[in-house]
């Protein structure tokens, strides 16, 4: 089973629509998926129980859910959807069982200064210096005409991590959380463009955890 965490401690940055998408990704490839919302907010977890009958299945993996509970689901992944302010030992903890984390960052002067000191942090865990847990941003909610989303641009590019993935503002998400889908779950002509932008990032993640 491999393990992606979704996390960064400012709220609103995109994380459950990371995790959300992602699982329903993973889960549309017929792989076993489960995804754990770590969040008291439950948003991933209201999403789930949204989620129409007949798409792929995604099972629902509870905050406190031990180690034999979890093998015997055989999961091929487990998406973990984290609390904004996740930190101290419980980050700790989720990051230590984590195969892979994904920090997405949206474009605000807020957003870079909560992720500035998070990337920080996450480069003095050993696993993450001795380049054995890699770490993907995200940039979210990107208008790529915009001054904000260059300067996101130029902060992620410094910041010693990979910018695997660009996604843009688009109303889909949004409704996509309403429905308890994904955009891999929309006709090709509304989400053909979100499509194309979660590719690096699919791809990255199948390169990271290949070997
Ligand atoms: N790329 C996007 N385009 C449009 N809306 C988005 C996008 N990403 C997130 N949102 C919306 O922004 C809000 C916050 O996103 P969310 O994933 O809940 O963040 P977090 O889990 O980090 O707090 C939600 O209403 C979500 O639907
Ligand atoms: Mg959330």
Redesign the pocket.
Known sequence: MHTILVT?P?????????ATNLAAWLAGRRQKVGLQDLDRQQ?ATQWLKRRPELFPTITRVTRDEDRNALRGLELDWLVV?SP?GLHGEELRDAVRRADLLLV?VAPSAFDIDVTRDFLALIAEYKAVRKGELPVGLVG??IDARTLSAQELEEFLAASGFPLVAH?????A??HC?RDGISVFELPRSRAEQDWDQWRPLTRWISRQLKH
């Open positions: 960064n400012k709220g609103g940055a995109g994380k459950t629509t990371l948003s959807d904004a997405p979210n909610r996604l843009r503002d688009a109303q998400y949004v959380a």
